[in-house]
């Protein structure tokens, strides 16, 4: 997403810092949910790019914004009992693709366990390979040295070592976290070599995505009425 004139710069010797955003999908999601449990706001129909936008001026005037990556899952287990749930995800993910976002999907993996309500062993669907990806590309982008800063948008300490491990690789650059709604998180906060930040619920209901949402070819995608 660097513009063409920041590119410009740097060829000349001009340092601008570029920033890349690397958003938990599962992680944002359960905090838009707690967002409309606590307070009555719904937030699921969320402009992700303008969003990670708004807080660029954090990372001062020669700041850049260079990519988005947003990492998520199809709950395909879910298409004979819940389809709507599938097609409203695959919605959400055309217009933030639209937008120029990078997505990166994982899956559902069946696992059996004992529910202690029932007192039998069922089957449950938990999502798969979101942190490993994430933890991955956070490495991956510094080794390219595809961006000078990341900010990670999640509260899930399993990213903690892979942040360790970039930071000791990498030295000199730079990561924080933005931690979605009821999210914060001290020991990654902690690891942060910039001031973290969390996103308040003012924030979501500011960067919402047109509705309907009119893609570049001129197809339009509704907002969910449950959304």
Known sequence: METSAASRLRSRGFFMKRISFLI??????????????????????????????????????????????YFSAYPNHLSLSRPDTIAR???????????????????????????????????????????????VKVIELFHLDSCDIQVIVSGDTDLAPAIRTSLALFPKKQICFAFP????????????TLPSFSIGRM????????????LKDGNKIFKPTSW
């Open 89 to 135: 995800h695959k919605d959400f993910i055309t217009c933030i693709e639209d937008l120029g976002i990078k997505v990166v999907l994982g899956r559902f993996k069946e696992k059996k366990v004992f529910c202690d309500n029932c007192k039998t062993v069922i089957n449950k669907h938990e999502e798969k390979e979101t942190d490993v990806a994430i933890a």
């Open 24 to 69: 938990d999908g599962f992680n944002l999601y359960h905090s838009i949910k707690d967002l409309e449990r606590i307070h009555g706001i719904k937030a699921k129909w969320l402009n992700l790019y303008s969003l990670c936008k708004s807080y660029l001026y954090l990372f001062g005037k020669d700041a850049v914004l260079q990519d988005i990556y």
């Open 203 to 214: 924030n979501y209901q500011t960067h919402s995505l047109p509705d309907p949402y009119v």
């Open 181 to 192: 709604f009821n999210r914060k998180m001290k020991e990654l906060a902690a690891l942060s």
